[in-house]
């Protein structure tokens, strides 16, 4: 029997998924609660160092994969800046209104990025849809380039995922700036996290009914009319 070895691909578990979300709002929460009321930190000193280990994940996302990722540079960049600011200013709701402004950051970033053709949040959601499959890669790169007849549609679904993106966190700006300044800081604190948790389940849920799911389903198309690679079969003798 001939055997056919090679690299599969693995396709993310559900855990590997959210895994930034997690590190992004759950540790900075907990640690957060932890110093302030476990250690006595001022309200100030928990916010900054609660925002640590976010920072260093960032970073160390960006030397161990060495690409310059545009959306991980984009929040890198915001939150810097606004430890710095608040340093300075000491004020604990500037902190917060901080995680706003990363928010609008980003989604002006990932809106301009639609506007010059090169939408941010499609190589976030290429594994996704690709899986690893030789055929479904080729069939990405016959459609993003024009050459197949679902072009058109598919590039338009592509820049609605990432305008969906972009206008949710918009709104999630609004919401965190104008609570940092209205509602009490312990509960902005967790109600913050909460707010980012609410705002990316529901743009999962659009982007995926308005663009992921369309160019899923005319990415498997594209692979049913090139017929797809032949892949390789056991020959076991009778």
């Known amino acids: ?137 080729a069939a990405w790169e016959r459609l993003m380039s024009g050459a197949a007849a679902g072009s058109a549609d598919f590039r338009r679904k592509e820049r609605a995922f990432s305008v969906v993106w972009g206008v949710a966190l918009l709104a999630e700006c609004g919401a965190r700036v104008v609570g940092a300044y209205t509602v009490p800081v312990d509960t902005m604190v967790w109600l913050g996290g909460v707010l980012m948790a609410v705002v990316m389940a529901l743009a999962f849920v659009v982007s995926g009914a308005v663009a992921a799911g369309p160019m899923e389903r005319i990415l498997a198309d594209e692979v049913k009319r090139s017929g797809g690679p032949v892949a390789p079969k056991c020959l076991a003798a009778a």
């Open 1 to 137: 029997m001939t055997k056919t070895t090679g690299n599969q691909s693995r396709r993310p578990s559900a855990l590997e998924n959210f895994k930034p979300l997690l590190v992004d709002v759950a540790v900075p929460l907990g640690a957060y609660y932890v110093l302030k009321d476990a250690f006595g930190m001022s309200t100030f000193a928990a916010l900054v160092w609660s925002s640590v280990v976010p920072a260093a994940r960032t970073v160390w996302s960006l030397v161990r994969e060495r690409t310059a990722n545009a959306l991980a540079l984009l929040i890198l960049t915001v939150n810097v800046v606004g430890l710095a600011l608040s340093f300075v200013s000491g004020d604990p709701r500037l902190m917060l209104a901080k995680d706003g402004a990363v928010s609008s950051t980003v989604a002006v970033g990932i809106l301009v990025s639609v506007a010059l053709g090169r939408p941010m949040m499609t190589a976030g959601m290429k594994p996704f849809l690709v899986k690893g499959d030789a055929a479904k890669e």
